[in-house]
């Protein structure tokens, strides 16, 4: 575990789940318990290789967490790290815990063997673009395309 501004950064364990959740909940207006039942069981109670689940806690409480994992050859591309979901409770956002979370986990990224990080944004989400923005991402060389299936 290591320290920061009484912030420290650990592994998540089965019994954060239901505090994932809730914050999850509070930053996307959306419940998705299925989705974090399912995301515990990979990345928490049997994590795969290069798969990280972190928590950040401040006096005994969840204040943040960030979830990713390395990929390789997805979309021809050689090995790098995804970020899937970052997330700060409300009350101890702009206190740097979104860039320590992303930090800690670009460091397990690297201990992978992997010298890329990668997300993806909605387009009508600017808080996150600022933040990813802010910690040095830029457009990368893949783009997104879609259809709908109707
Ligand atoms: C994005 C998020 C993780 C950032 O966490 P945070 O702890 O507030 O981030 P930091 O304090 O480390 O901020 C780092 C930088 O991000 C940018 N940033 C953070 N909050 C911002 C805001 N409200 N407006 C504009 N830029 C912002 C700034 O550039 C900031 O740098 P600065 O402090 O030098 O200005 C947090 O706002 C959050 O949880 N948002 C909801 C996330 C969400 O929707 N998750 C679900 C989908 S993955």
């Known amino acids: 575990m290591t320290e920061d501004n009484a912030v420290a950064i650990r592994n998540a364990r089965p019994e954060d789940i239901d505090t994932v959740i809730r914050l999850d909940e509070l930053g996307t207006g959306l419940a998705k318990p299925d989705y974090w039942h399912d995301i515990f069981a990979g990345y928490v109670r049997q994590p795969g290789a290069g798969r990280f689940f972190l928590i950040a806690e401040a006096a005994g409480a969840v204040v943040g967490f960030i979830v990713g994992e390395t990929r390789i050859w997805e979309f021809g ?74």
């Open 77 to 150: 591309s050689p090995s790098c790290g995804w970020v899937f979901a970052v997330n700060v409770s409300p009350e101890r956002r702009e206190g740097g815990i979104g860039s320590h979370l992303l930090e800690a986990i670009c460091e397990r990224f690297r201990r992978s063997g992997v010298d890329t990080v990668r997300t993806m944004i909605s387009r009508r989400d600017p808080l996150n673009l600022a933040f990813f923005r802010s910690q040095g991402l830029t457009a990368g060389p893949y783009i997104e395309l879609e259809r709908r299936l109707d």
